[in-house]
């Protein structure tokens, strides 16, 4: 039976099989993971019952955590456990079990993200972490080209970023192309964002064009709606790539706002919480942004893309 387990950076499922002694964890892709089998798992878990752990967060105390609830769980006995260098098992203050452990994690795996924009980076850095990937953006590979950006959609330059170094380097490869789309300006400067105030413009001078284009076209704040979008592709060799979005709607304010984030975040009030993305900490936007969305998209489809 399917059972949800509170943890402490997200929601895990667990799977008890009674058909089969083992112990598989699994992150949110569907990789199984190679995990410390620490013979507390096999010596407190009923012999006739098998194990199968679906967890997001992969390191190893986390596992042990996770362990432990189903191990309560499904036994029914409140066994405890604390752990240091050792971990140690009690059960009704009786010490059952110690074992030295390793808490190094030994799974985490590295993605390469088709992008020199740090500000994304450190957006994706976060969101990834916690699935057990390190992330490295092309600023870590110098010699690898620049890929222009000719195409007339998001989704096109996504997937010339992403496709094109991932057959240079024969790895699976993500790329995001993302914009900000204002509803009086027609949708732009969408997929132009980056070089809105010309090639090689900085945050500072596009977000000066965007607030001089509103300045006499859009005055009250109904005109001055806007959204970002992202688009993700991944691509890797030998398979067609996959493509989501996400959008996070919002307007434009008058005056810049805030200091945290990159590109037009000064300028972006979301429409629940009245801040600009400026004003929120990375962790808060990393909850409602495009981007963040695009990547809960992603994960929906990821596991099953990666089996075929
Ligand atoms: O192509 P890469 O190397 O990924 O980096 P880039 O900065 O050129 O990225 P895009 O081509 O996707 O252009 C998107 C622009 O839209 C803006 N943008 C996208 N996401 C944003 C966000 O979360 N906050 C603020 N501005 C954002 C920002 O100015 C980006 O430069
Ligand atoms: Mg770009």
Known sequence: MKKLYKHQTTDIFAYVLE?????VIENIFGEQLEIPLYSVFFKYFPAEKGLKIVAVDETPADVIDLFFQVLRDVTGLAYQYSIGQVLTVELEGQVLHTETVSLQSKTRKTLLIATRNEGKTREFKAMFSQLGYDIKNLNDF??????AETGMTFEENARLKAETISELTGEMVLADDSGLMVDVLGGLPGVWSARFAGEHATDAANNAKLLHELASTAVSPEKRKAKFHTTLVVAAPGKSSLVVEGEWPGSIATIPRGDDGFGYDPLFVDEETGRTAAQ????QKNKVSHRARALQNLLKEWPEWLRQ
């Open 19 to 23: 058909e089969q002694r083992a112990l």
């Open 142 to 147: 110098p010699e690898l080209p620049e890929v």
């Open 280 to 283: 929120m900490t990375l962790e």
